[in-house]
């Protein structure tokens, strides 16, 4: 599935994209390495640059759905292959090879990536689900999970925080960080502790917080038929992370951010503890809305002057599907 020499992968900016990457270069020749445009999900945000393009192009994690793929692979003889968990409608078709074999539901793209690979590298495979579950981990790779875990005896609260630190690249904007990230990370082995020393990784960490805090004590909600809507805004890129907070602060509700950034585009970001919006997002995007995620969350980017008329569809999509699981 994965090929053996690869002239360009492309990961997510998130700890589940870098971990990915990590897991392919430890035993992939990868000439180079490219981090998309962050917070744009297009082909055109995928810095091709100069590459060999008779090579295989990877992508990691990054959710793009048909339309997108075939772009790409108008451009790349060497063909596009794809490993990713998201809730797309992306698939093996002409040059494009898709790996998702859950889609919306496995927890990871590390988690997918475990069976491509021989003997997959534990502590990459361990970041990507603490930075996409969060706090949430379930059953049954919850128990999975912490089965990996006793074996090496870690806590999932340390590899959380690795995980978290990772995901304090991205809100930066930092891309220096992101590229040099797999290797890093990959360069730590086992070493759980060397790793949480980053100091680098750290202060990211310390820096974002600082904004999170901050933006966190100005939220308020507004409620829309049982569902919470935030509206913030900052100059770093913090939807996810202001998301994650305010859903763990509201167990089993639906909260959507409305997140304006300073690149005049708004984010509309929706997470709920405990998963279910899988109907709510298949609706989203029968509609045609540019939007994509998984059962626990999605977003869409939408240039700001046409974000109120966008979220006004994004609500009554969530507030109907409150009614039918209220009445069910």
């Known amino acids: 599935m994965i090929p053996g020499e690869i002239g360009l992968m492309v990961y997510h900016w998130d700890a589940d994209g870098v971990a990915s990457a990590a897991m392919i270069l430890r035993d992939r020749r990868v000439h180079r390495l490219a981090v ?3 917070g744009h999900y297009t082909a055109q945000a995928i810095p091709v640059g100069e590459v060999d393009l008779s090579l295989p192009l990877l992508i990691l994690d990054y959710g793009l759905g048909m339309r997108e793929l075939e772009k790409l692979e108008s451009r790349v003889r060497g063909g596009v292959v794809v490993v990713d968990h998201h809730l797309t409608d992306a698939e093996s078709r002409g040059n494009v090879r898709v790996y998702n074999p859950s889609p919306g539901r496995a927890p990871s793209t590390t988690w997918v990536l475990r069976d491509l690979i021989q003997n997959p590298p534990l502590l990459p495979l361990l970041v990507g689900v603490a930075g996409d579950v969060g706090v949430e ?12 875990l006793g074996e090496a005896g870690w806590s999932y609260g340390d590899v959380l925080e690795l995980a978290e630190r990772l995901n304090s690249c991205a809100p930066l904007l930092d891309y220096r960080c992101l590229l040099k990230a797999p290797r890093r990370l990959l360069e730590y082995g086992d070493d759980l502790d060397k790793a ?4 680098d990784w750290m202060e990211a960490k310390e820096r974002v917080e600082g904004e999170v805090e901050k933006l966190l004590a100005e939220a308020a909600a507004e409620e829309r038929g049982g ?7 900052s100059p770093l890129y913090l939807a996810s992370r202001i998301g994650r907070r305010l859903a763990a602060a509201n167990p089993g509700r639906i909260v959507v951010v409305v997140f304006d950034r300073m690149d005049g585009y708004t984010e509309i970001y929706v997470r709920r503890i405990g998963g279910g919006l899988s109907g709510p997002l298949n609706r989203l995007r029968e509609l045609g809305l540019p939007v994509g995620g998984k059962d626990t969350v999605f977003a869409s980017q939408i240039p700001s002057p046409e974000a109120e008329g966008i979220l006004e569809m994004f609500l009554q999509v969530l507030v109907e599907f409150m009614g039918v699981e209220e009445n069910g």
């Open 137 to 148: 981990l379930r059953d049954p790779v919850g128990r999975e999970v912490e089965a990996l």
């Open 196 to 199: 949480l020393g980053d100091e």
């Open 227 to 233: 569902v919470l809507v935030y509206r913030l805004t």
């Open 36 to 38: 998309p445009r962050i």
